[in-house]
């Protein structure tokens, strides 16, 4: 009989942070690589190292040991140390797609310099693994993936083939006990033979030929015995033939024929844990990382490309951003099943992120303000698709022209009552005012000064400040200020008296008219086609209504009904004994799904915005009782949901907020279904994908049908579009009739724990993790604001998506300018357009087609060429090109 070959590969699995912070593990990083290099070095039966297939492993270190630069690029171009290709091992689900697309580049680009990445997705421990991800890696010029959670039980072998949508595959390695079946090898040559045929017979039934030994796992040293006990292990028996090689060589020659082949997602819980509740752990980070991407995808990068020179392209700050929301994506830093030290520093990273992106979408449209030829508000449109929207502008005087709506309003500049007579102040005062201004002449988002008068006699000083909604950037502010430092030195005893002259400015809301794609429209106030109003509907109800779609509000039940479908919005608070990873239900449940009182107002009548505000008073149980593992006690709290409906729209918008006040609970709004569904449509990377209402799942782990949507989802004829709300079940199944069907959706708005980990759960009795308390997951006393929108049968999620979180942004020009009313800067139709950015100097446009039909993307008079992820040339695109269905496509336009 011959020989059984198995290959051996050295590495480590190296989460960033999880149960310790980043700088606690980076402290053992240190030490391992410490050890490791010299090995490399000076033991060539050590023959090689997988170091994780991530390159911020690298980074961290020489962050630290910047010396040791040169002997890692020697070591890693040889082929003794395998780098890359991820820049970090991100969870797929609850990073953007794009993120996914810019992890890979970064990591690519960074292995370069030491080399080159292995040319292996390497994907060892993701929560399960999005339908496009052969896709990404066979635009890469990958051919194989690494794989261990979420293959389904009909892959009974250790190889398949994975397909994309499109029908991109590449082979797939399947670990079928994971990434650490080789890990800790014994010191002992006997022993080691007996513990690889032990696993033989483990997994004999899935091997094509070989067996691959992965020799690491979490944070694990190397071995340094590892080559000595191989060559004696060889020299001692016949049935094995061991190896020491890398995960590349390994696949060079691993078999293809005859493999199975799987479409689409890998969510299966039949053989490994995926750990499905993570979508809904702390979600404000899932609601962070949401707005970290926006701001940068969709609108930082596409203004910067469009709306400033080459030259001028923000690339090293969009890096920085970049990196911070890179980083995030890890599977145990996005997620949130970590130590609070870990979650903090990821909303930071968030935050950091989220603040370049917004000052770079700042500073650039205010450079498109001075580039307009008329004075006074216009619209901007991010994205590509014309759309008209609702924006808040300005109106001066007392008259409210028509198909405008005004605001309450607001306190003057600096929160002085408009047209406020002298107010007398001593020069110190006056001073620490004057440190207080800016350097420009915006004061706020609709003020900006006019102009600034300083009289002076023997009585004192005189200044009038003209406040008004032009914008102004010739006012020298540096210099009065410096003027009126120089008279207030002078005459330091004088009184300084200071007006206000502001005339009436009120904020307002009005509909715009259609601005094109990745273009501008001056705002021009015009009758509103389909008024929003708010009325009386009987028995103590209030509807909303546009004629497009109509709202009314129980107030018995705090829900409402939505162009017909009732019972919208009803919360249903129940306990949670689980962990991190995993809801689970308590021994002993208290179910709340009706408030104790509910009172309604209206906050804003129409006719271009219409409010309706519910206060619903509940009393939830305080936690679960450690012992008797059943809900105890009682909190009581008060959510506030507000309903919005604008003019011209066909979706109800609604943020739910509330102080979370108890521990140990998961908080659902059910939203009944216009017809009963039997699957659902929901956003994922770079498609739309159909689940059905049972997932596999084993004793280990109960298989939850809870999961993840990027933006949107839809079933039995309602979409949901959320603002990181990734979580979502079709509950209330009836299983009569020709199948099972679901009635309702279940989007998850709080899953409140206080456990990394926990053993004895109902739902997976088994730790996936250290068992650390972590009190930051209970989110007790945090404000949690659920924001998400409603449509009946909207013919495209897409579109309603970019309507419900991409506003139209307004900017309020000065004039003098050379730019007309209305333009667009790029057109680009027949697709989504994930990403809008410079690169190389050029403009870069990744487009996908979510669709089962073919699509013809077209980019106007506009040539350029076609390239994959990681930049080379495909072949030319002149005006327009065809996409096939599912397929994603990369087009650089130069000259643009």
Known sequence: MARRRVSIVPHTHWDREWYEPYQSFRLRLVRMLDRLLPLLEADPSYVHFLLDGQMAVVDDYLEVRPEADDRLRALAASGRLSVGPWYILMDEFLSSPETLVRNLQMGVARAAAFGGAARVGYLPDMFGHVAQMPQLLAQAGFGHAVVWRGVPSTVDKSAFWWEAPDGSAVRAEYLVVGYSNGSSIPDDAKALVRRIADHEKEVEAFLLDGLLFMNGTDHQEPQPWLGRVVAEANAIQDDFELEVTSLGRYLDTAPTDGLSRWRGELRSGARANVLMGVASTRVDVKQAGATAARAIERRAEPYAALFLAPDRWPGRLLDLAWREVVRNSAHDSVCACSVDEVTDAVLSRYAEATRIADGIAEEVLADLTRSMAAAGPVAVNPRARPRSGIVETVIVGEETPEGVQALPEEPGAFGIPRGLGPLTLDAGTVRTILGMLPSGSQIDTHTWIQDVRVDEDDTGLDITIDFGSEERFDVPIASIKQDLYTRLGARPDSPVRIRIDQPPIRRALVRTGEVPGFGWQALAHRPLAHPVEVTDAGDGAVALDNGLCRVVVDPAEGTFTLDGVAGLGRLVDMGDHGDSYNYSPPAGDTVVDRPESVAVEVGEPGPVRARVVLRSRYRWPAHVDGTTRARVGEEPVEVTTTLELCAGDRHVSVTTTFVNPSRDHRLRVHLPLPRPADHSEAECAFTVVHRGLEV???????????????????????????????EYELVAIDDAGAGPKAAELALTLLRSTGMLSRLGMAYRPLPAGPLTPVPGLQMVGRQLDGRYALAVDHPDPYALAEDVLDPLDVVHAPGGGTRG????????????????????????????NPTPAPAQVRIGARSGWLVDLLGRTLGPVDGAFDLRPYGIATIRLPGA
């Open 696 to 726: 596999e799942g084993r004793p280990d782990e109960r298989g939850l049908p809870t999961f993840p949507s990027r933006r949107f989802v839809s079933a039995g004829g309602l979409t949901v579009v959320h603002h990181g709300l990734l």
């Open 821 to 848: 009313p209305e333009g667009s800067a790029l057109a680009v139709d027949g697709a989504q357009v994930s990403a809008l950015r410079r690169q190389a100097g050029v403009l870069e446009v990744r487009v996908f």
